[in-house]
């Protein structure tokens, strides 16, 4: 239906599937499927019909899977359990023993640890670069190097990568480019369209949106999509149905969320910067965020999530920050249409581990009216200051 042609959020309301394949009514079934019935035997030994297992694909996960090519302008996309599983089963699905992987050393810390602990165990030399690396990944790239995987802005630190340098130089190389792309969703970054071969989201934060479905989709473009999908079905990890169609009805309204998302969090990251007790705003959007030209460069938006340096303190200040708060939950994840609040967590990192004046403090801004966060947020510095900070 969409043809590229129309607004975001025109696609958006239409993409996925076609109300007349189900007697008009405007949403897909939730086909809950594990058995599908063939006509007859010669059928069934050929398994020559659409659907012929639940863990290959039903209506309910091509409704959700066309509407996410349709927005990465990729051939195929895979829907997994979570965003996780979406960053997992790419690299399974590619890498082998005695190959090499780089990722970036601010990726999102659970792909961190899978790198560390079981692709290190399967035989895979696991390597970190320097998020600014830019065109320079070409001096790591080494004859072996199967997968560069990226993730721009890094997780928690919001350092902004040279995604089309990195893929040029990997495509030289024979790599594949990887990306997970959560914080921008294609609608802000269509990764395909930089050099990316194989696009990832944790589709638990803005295409769900709510806070109640843990889910991921990865999109390929044509030379990866038959690998992609043979790993999907070998490792068997399937969405349930309801969480699949949770996540096609939270798409609808992603675009006007994300303008809201993206405003509050512009305005309130931009009144943070002059508020005495923080030292720096980490949020690529603002022009003194040191990679804000590269943002604007390659991004035509920005989302609800990003990071604040205290000047001075420690652990005592940040958690007397976070106890004041009042709207912001404190929590993991993000996505959702409520406020979080959760300090980052840099120990892992080898390279990108910064100097930063004070603890760094992660703030997803929710759909709430912005002047009630600022003054919750006022409580939090408050209390931090009274903390000694
Ligand atoms: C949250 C997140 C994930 C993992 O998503 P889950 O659904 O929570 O497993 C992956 N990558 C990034 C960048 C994330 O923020």
């Keep these: ?155 928690n630190t919001f350092e902004v990568q040279d995604i089309p340098a990195i893929a040029k130089a990997a495509r030289v190389a024979g790599a594949i480019v990887m990306m997970d792309n959560t914080w921008a969703t294609p609608l802000y970054f269509r990764p395909l369209d930089h050099g990316v071969d194989i696009s990832i989201h944790a589709a638990t934060k803005y295409p769900a949106g709510h806070s109640d479905v843990l889910i991921g989709t990865v999109s390929a473009n044509e030379t990866h999509w038959k ?14 149905p309801d969480d699949v169609y949770q996540t096609l009805r939270g798409l609808r309204t992603m675009g006007v969320r994300l303008e809201r998302h993206q405003k509050s969090t512009l305005e309130i990251a931009a009144w943070l910067e002059g508020q005495k007790g923080v030292a720096r705003v980490l949020h690529p959007g603002l022009p003194s965020h040191p990679d ?55 120990g892992d990192r080898t390279i990108a581990k910064g100097q930063y004046e004070g603890p760094l403090l992660r703030l997803q801004i929710g759909l709430e009216d912005v002047d009630d966060l600022k003054a919750d947020l006022t409580r939090g510095l408050n209390a931090a200051a009274a903390a000694g900070a």
């Design 1 to 155: 239906m969409a043809d590229g042609k129309l607004g975001l959020n025109t696609q958006l309301a239409h993409i996925g599937n076609n109300p007349r394949d189900f007697f008009g009514f405007v949403n897909p079934p939730v086909v809950h499927a594990s058995t599908v019935l063939y006509p007859d035997a010669k059928t069934m030994s050929e398994r020559n019909q659409k659907y012929t297992y639940g863990t290959r694909g039903t209506p309910t996960t091509d409704a959700l899977a066309n509407a996410i090519n349709e927005l990465e302008g990729s051939a195929g996309t895979i829907v997994v359990p979570s965003g996780l599983a979406a960053v997992t089963v790419p690299l399974l699905s590619f890498l082998a023993a005695g190959d090499h992987i780089l990722l970036v050393d601010s990726v999102y810390g659970p792909t961190r640890h899978f790198a560390d602990t079981m692709l290190t165990r399967l035989g895979v030399q696991v390597e970190y670069y320097e998020p600014h690396i830019g065109a320079g990944i070409t001096g790591l790239l080494r004859p072996n190097t199967k997968v560069v995987f990226t993730e721009s802005p890094g997780s």
């Design 227 to 240: 690998a992609l999908y043979e790993g999907f079905v070998t490792l068997g990890t399937c969405s349930g």
């Design 292 to 346: 804000h030209a590269l943002w604007k460069r390659d991004f035509t938006g920005s989302s609800g999530i990003f990071s604040i340096v205290l000047d001075g303190g420690g652990k005592p200040q940040a958690h007397a920050f976070l106890d004041a708060l009042q709207t912001f939950g404190l929590g993991y994840s993000w996505g959702g249409f409520e406020s979080l609040a959760v300090q980052v967590f840099l």
